[in-house]
């Protein structure tokens, strides 16, 4: 199953094992996210009863709490090198600490760091323990100024993290005019200037109580800009406005926030940047990012548990001959093929000359075709996802959105040649259009772009089975199956990885959860994965009884007046033996293993396969599932060599068939 990562190198997995990698295309980002939550009277109301099970049962600020506790447990995983912050405002107490209780009404209930097991058992219990917070929940009697909020969140991140690339306020309150005069709004206004120009992004995620709404040109459409590109003419723009969450609307509070903070997800790093030629002397500037990646388990650190307390390993490596033990230094290495039996040695620069032969990394654009030619089954490795860069070259976002466009518009595809970067091998790719997608709370999943597939060789395609049987499907047999597959259908019959996420990886998370956080340990798994029986049962079930009659005699009918074909059947061992009978041919389990021979005079006067044969075998590029006894039996016949491994076999084999132009 497929998981989302946003940490993880792309591709890493893939390189060679003698490719050195380039990691100045690499860019590590990482965030630092302060939650800044209103605890105001009217977030702390409940909304009223109702019977419906996807109704509210939260407040406004418990849900926003629970949502940063929710948040913070994804991103240890995640993103362990991230920081993330919670700051309570309108709060009776005051608390930053430091010490410092200038900032009136601000309480830091969890500072700007990385999450620790401790900070996630305070935020666990604040979320769990009503009692307990309402002590620390218990708001003041007059709002918090706005400006003043900004201010705090100023020096949190300054003195945090000052180098980040990424800091980002998230800002969760349902008041759409925090101030009372004029004065305060810009002073407000000035204080959020100050958090862009220190390079800090604000996202406001509004909450409504009320029929009105929550009205952002009020206040917060002068305080919160919207993102855009580099390039001011660019049609493509990312705008931050977040739809508005409402409080006891039927669907819960806490899924709206955690479907708009994940949709604002701090961005992927990027695969790859290079050029984009798309005609002679026209180029432009783009990132790749692999959108969805499989994870699998990541150690990230060895422990010494021989001591009295567990140690963090610093590990290194060193080389040691193997008639001498020393210590063989990194200079002394050197790289080599084996050719012919020698070893042919290469110096450092040899090596880059081979592997940079082919130029440097771009994608160029050679062609269009209409879609409708890609085989969905030409899809033979994992698709990159392209966006526009300005940094190299200015206008990129616009030419980008043009070429998307138009693609989608005409519905063609662009082949392309293609090196992701350094040392890397060229491809012939498929540039593939993408529209914008959102989620059923109008939050942006996938952004609009180009997608990369990699077009395979002629080696990359495998044969065809051979069709063993003659028996075709009726049209009656086509209707019923037809009715089993819709009755099966997912909902909105498309599949999403994201609601189903690895059992194994989330059951090894949950584990160490668990040992970190002193909780109960599971006693099994929620695999998201399992089929739902019962329900298939019932939808299906009578429609497949009725399927399998069909069948059983519309296979007695097409099977009935025809010649019985032999089937031969590969033994393992001697659990079976197969018995011939004047009447039919049928398995005997547990009798005696009875070998038969069949012997057929082929064209040179030996027994066992014909040239014929084998060459049809090689056509169908099945010679390498032969067995070592039938490739012995062969060359045997003719006279040929049958010492050696299995590959030196197959090429002696194919070598006769070559001589003998077959």
Request: charged residues 30%; glycine residues 6%.
């Amino acid at each position: 199953m497929a998981d989302y990562t946003q940490n993880n190198r792309p591709g890493e997995e893939e390189d060679e094992e003698e490719e050195e990698i380039d990691d100045s295309s690499y860019k590590t980002i990482k965030d630092a996210v302060l939650f800044a939550i209103d605890v105001s009277a009217t977030m702390l109301e409940r909304p009223p009863f109702s019977d419906d099970k996807k109704a509210d049962r939260d407040s406004p600020t418990s849900a926003a709490l629970k949502c940063a506790y929710q948040l913070m447990q994804q991103r240890i995983i995640s993103n362990p090198n991230d920081m993330m912050g919670i700051l309570l405002f309108g709060t009776e107490k005051t608390d930053l600490k430091d010490g410092d209780n200038s900032f009136q009404h601000c309480y830091l209930l969890s500072d700007l760091d990385v999450p620790s097991a401790q900070d996630v058992k305070q935020l666990r219990d604040l979320v769990e323990n009503e009692e307990d917070a309402a002590e620390l929940l218990k708001p003041a009697d007059k709002p918090a100024n706005i400006s003043t909020v900004l201010f705090c969140a100023n020096q949190i991140f300054t003195t945090k993290a000052p180098n980040f690339s990424s800091r980002r306020l998230f800002l969760v309150t349902d008041n759409d005019y925090p101030v009372k005069v004029k004065q305060d709004k810009d002073t407000a206004v000035t204080r959020a200037r100050d958090l862009y120009d220190l390079g800090c992004t604000i996202d406001l995620f509004p909450i409504s109580r009320t029929d009105s709404g929550f009205d952002r040109s009020k206040f917060y459409n002068d305080l919160v800009y919207p993102t855009s590109s580099s390039d001011p003419d660019a049609p493509i723009t990312s705008a931050s406005v977040t739809k508005i969450a409402k409080s006891g609307d039927g669907i819960t509070l806490l899924k709206q926030l955690l479907s708009s903070i994940n949709s604002k997800a701090a961005p992927r790093r990027a695969l790859f940047s290079l050029p984009f030629e798309i005609g002679p002397g026209l180029r432009i500037g783009i990132k790749g990012f692999i959108m969805i990646k499989r994870q699998e388990h990541a150690k990230s650190c060895y422990v010494w548990v021989g001591g009295e307390k567990a140690q963090i390993v610093s590990s290194t490596t060193s080389h040691m001959s193997d008639d001498s033990a020393r210590v063989v230094e990194k200079t002394e290495l050197r790289k080599a093929y084996k050719f012919g039996g020698d070893t042919i040695t290469f110096t450092p620069e040899e090596f880059i000359q081979i592997r940079q032969c082919f130029g440097e990394p771009i994608l160029r654009i050679v062609g269009f075709k209409p879609m409708s030619s890609l085989p969905i089954w030409h899809n033979t490795g994992k698709a990159t996802f392209i966006y526009p860069s300005e940094s190299d070259f200015v206008g990129s976002t616009r030419v980008f959105s043009a070429l998307q466009q138009t693609l989608i518009k005409t519905k063609k595809m662009a082949v392309a040649w293609f090196i992701a970067r350094r040392n890397a091998a060229p491809v012939i790719a498929a540039i593939i259009p993408g529209e914008e997608k959102y989620d059923e709370n109008g939050e942006q999943t996938m952004p609009p772009g180009l997608w990369i597939v990699p077009l395979p060789f002629a080696d990359d395609l495998r044969q065809s089975p051979e069709q063993v049987s003659n028996l075709k499907a009726t049209e009656e047999l086509t209707d019923i199956m037809r009715k089993v597959v819709e009755q099966l259908q997912l909902p909105k019959g498309v599949y999403e990885p994201s609601k189903y996420p690895n059992p194994d990886l989330q059951w090894f998370y949950r584990i160490l959860q668990a040992m970190a956080l002193e909780e109960e340990v599971p006693e099994k798994a929620d695999d998201k994965t399992v089929p739902k029986y019962k329900q298939i049962d019932k939808r299906a079930s009578a429609l497949l009884e009725e399927f399998g009659v069909e069948f059983e005699k519309e296979h007695q009918s097409q099977s009935r007046g025809k010649p019985k074909a032999s089937i031969p059947v590969r033994k393992r061992g001697a659990a079976a033996a197969v018995v011939d009978d004047d009447d039919d041919a049928f398995v005997k389990p547990n009798a005696k293993r009875v070998k038969k021979e069949v012997k057929t005079e082929d064209d040179d006067g030996d027994t066992g396969m014909t040239d014929q044969d084998m060459a049809a075998i090689s056509d169908r590029g099945q010679i390498s599932k032969q067995s070592v006894a039938i490739l012995k039996e062969f060359l045997k016949g003719r006279g040929k060599n049958t010492a050696g491994k299995k590959i030196d076999l197959i090429e002696r084999v194919q070598s006769y068939l070559d001589s003998k132009g077959l």
